[in-house]
């Protein structure tokens, strides 16, 4: 033991050593490194699964640190449902209560953290495709085509809400700065996520909700479409068409059901979540509660007045099972954790609404079926095409309206927008779906005279890169106007 | 010793040349470099010129602009007809509807730029309000057809019927007659008019200098005596709102926004749409008016305004 000394000042060096890396040198957000080496099928499915993982995120219950915790998409309704004119937060206190009034900073903790889960998503991808030849053979174009429809989810987000970003399809160390953060314009990545879902859409199966399937790819594909700046009305309308005629979705007779029964015959792609379990919750039911405050932050999502309107206009049986007023706020209930009862005085909650179970909805046949009429609307004003407004239709008898004295005779788009909104409200459509329409500023700039969010202007409908990877990039990363 | 001592002497003189040469080739390296100030750094980012535009809520040819310019901090807008600006977000008002093209030029503090040029189209893209007419079906009664007030007149707008087209207010055929409104010699205006005279009234808001179409079906009886200037139902459409049905006239009938006249008499039961067009005024409070000139029994239903297209 004569060397203990020397023993334990190389542990103390090489802990510095260790330190120091990790501190002057952090991995950027939208890097991994090869961190694990697949080495059978059951390897590489497994790497399948961590991507869900990644989609899913982190509780912030269970891991608190505002720091590079990949919430995943729980996050989301504040990045997107919150920077439209449907919600907004109950106090102005912390980085929560800026996205609402448009004044995201790029330094924003929840906007980095899902910047980074988006990439984390997209590098867990890659690194299965680079091992995808473990795999045996006969599930390779399986594997392929899931991660490829996973990558593809991430970057659709990511377009959309950050505009021309990194676009990295392959495994990349962590000093490929050119890989790392070069900004390719959004086009391009469009071209890659179209590319990434065609190939889903061709290898992947029906059957499974809580993971990608072939009309999950199908529903994917034709929003994209919908979207580009060049839109394919006629790719999309195909592919909502195909969903329809697989037969394997309707609407459930009742709304609510929707929400309550997981997996049901509405739901085409969900993200799980498992009431109780630590590793397997999500956060955002608690969070979307302000008069009995349930969350360990809450007071989000709250409802709009000009979304009260909406629903009292058009939201027939939905307006009920959408949102309560609490007395004090309006709240949305759409999601609220298992064994809550709101009927009572005080409303209880369940056993344990910080780790609600909830499934987040990604893709339901409700939505498809709005888009097929958006896809025949083909962005013009109005359509007095029968198969468009039967699908609108579909939708709002649902809602209790009738079939024929409700049936307008010509489908407009503000129409179909509005539905859409309270259909979907609270499921992180709206914005997207002002961006889709082409009405984002003329909306968005309305609804923030209205609310006094003088912060508004049009370039804060990107949000900004964040500040961290710019800092990393070494002047590679440039910032988004306005910020 | 004294070998040795040439020796490092020597191998000293060899360092120190090398130092020398070695110092002296650094020097000459970092000289090469075109640095104009110390430790500055060529910027490799450059300008790009971009933006968004929206036309003013109010007024469409208004078009406001959103420069969405990267590394840039000057900006040069150029609308076209001499007309510039150097402001981040301008607004500009442009002449009408159409296609115009617009020049941005953004500039760094070093002297680059980027110029980007879009073509803004100025459209009227608004949607018109539709104004819902109510009871416009007459199946109740007079309800939603009087004036508040009528000096030297009365209120009451028209004698209530059975006698109404057979179409219900959407189009369906019925195989029924439907409510309806009537007048007669004795309620008739114009040429007839008295205390007695009946106007029906219904004030709107409809979407200011818009388009519109007033719709209407009415019927005169085809077996009897004419008025003078032939039996007809008058609809049209007041400039404004009026609690007195006096004032209402007089500004109907010194400048209605529209004056329909028809006289197309084919019988009780037998009815004629009429889809007239009209411009609303810059308040969009209009407001309708029907009246008849008629010998004989003549009847109104199913009155609509809508946005023409």
Known sequence: ?483 | MNNRFNFIRSTGQLLLCSALVLLLHSCHDSFDFELPEANSKLDTVLPSADFSYISNADDFTLVEFTNLSFESTQYQWDFGGGNTSTEVDPSFKFSGEGTFPVTLTATDANGASDQVMIEVVVENIFVAITPSIVNGDFEDGQNDWKFSSFTDGTTSPFNSSSDGSWLDYDGADTGAKTGGAKWTMSTSAEDYVSSNTRYAYQALVVSPNTEYVLEYEYAIKNDGTQAPGDNRIVGGIIDGHFEDGKDAIVSFNAEPLLKFVGDMDLGKGVFTTVEAKFTSNATGEVAILIYGVTDVDAYVDNVKVYPAE
């Not at chain 1, 053979?137 to 989810?153: H, P």
């Not at chain 1, 990194?166 to 391009?188: I, K, M, S």
């Not at chain 1, 909700?209 to 594909?221: E, F, N, P, V």
Request: aromatic share 12%; with cysteine.
């Open chain 1, 1 to 483: 033991m004569k060397y203990i000394q020397y023993i334990l000042l190389a542990g103390i060096l090489s802990s510095f050593l260790a330190c120091e890396d990790e501190f002057l040198n952090p991995l950027p957000d939208s890097a991994i490194v090869v961190d694990a080496f697949f080495q059978s099928d059951d390897d590489v499915l497994a790497g399948i699964i961590g991507v869900y993982d990644a989609i899913q995120g982190v509780n912030e219950n269970t891991n608190t640190s505002l720091i590079s915790s990949n919430r995943g998409i729980q996050f989301e309704y504040m990045l997107s449902e919150m920077r439209s004119d449907n919600t907004r937060t109950a106090t102005l206190e912390g980085t929560k209560a800026d996205f609402h009034r448009y004044r995201v900073d790029p330094d924003n903790v929840q906007s980095e953290d899902y910047y980074q889960s988006m990439y984390d998503i997209i590098f867990r991808a890659n690194n299965i495709l680079n091992f995808i030849n473990v795999a045996d053979e006969s599930n390779q174009s399986l594997y392929a085509a899931e991660a490829k429809f996973l990558r593809a989810f991430a970057y659709f987000k990511l377009v959309r809400l950050f505009g021309d970003v990194p676009l990295v399809t392959r495994v990349v160390g962590a000093q490929e700065n050119e890989d790392l953060f070069t900004r390719v314009p959004a086009e391009q990545i469009y071209d890659q996520i179209v590319a990434d879902l065609e190939e889903a859409v061709d290898n992947l199966e029906a059957g499974s909700k809580s993971r990608a399937s072939k009309a999950a790819a199908q529903g994917l594909l034709a929003k994209v479409f919908l979207t580009r700046e060049s839109p394919n009305y006629s790719g999309a309308q195909q592919l909502c068409e195909a969903i329809v005629n697989s037969g394997a979705f309707s609407l459930q007779e009742n709304f609510r059901d929707v929400f309550y029964e997981e997996l049901n015959d509405e739901i085409i792609f969900a993200v799980q979540y498992e009431l109780g379990n630590t590793l397997e919750s999500q956060s955002f039911s608690s969070e979307f509660t302000a008069t009995f405050r349930q969350g360990r932050e809450d007071g989000h999502n709250m409802v709009n007045d000009n979304l009260i309107a909406e629903f009292d206009a058009i939201g027939g049986n939905r307006t009920a099972e959408s949102y309560w007023f609490t007395g004090t706020w309006y709240e949305v209930t759409k999601f609220l954790p298992e064994g809550s009862d709101i009927t009572t005085t005080p409303p209880t909650y369940g056993p344990s609404p910080r780790d609600a179970g909830n499934d987040w909805i990604v893709l339901r046949y409700a939505d498809v079926l709005l888009m097929h009429a958006e896809a025949i609307l083909a962005g013009g004003t109005e359509t007095a095409s029968s198969a468009a407004i039967d699908s609108y239709m579909a939708v709002r008898e649902r809602a209790g309206f009738d079939s024929i004295a409700d049936r307008p005779a010509l489908l407009t788009k503000d129409a179909l927008l509005a539905e859409r909104r309270v259909e979907l409200a609270f499921e992180n459509h709206r914005f997207y779906d002002l961006l889709r329409f082409g009405v984002a500023d003329a909306v968005l700039g309305a609804h923030a005279a209205e609310m006094g969010y003088s912060s508004y202007s049009a370039r804060k409908l990107l949000l900004p890169i964040p500040a961290r990877e710019i800092n990393l990039s070494g002047g590679l990363l440039n910032q988004n106007p306005g910020y």
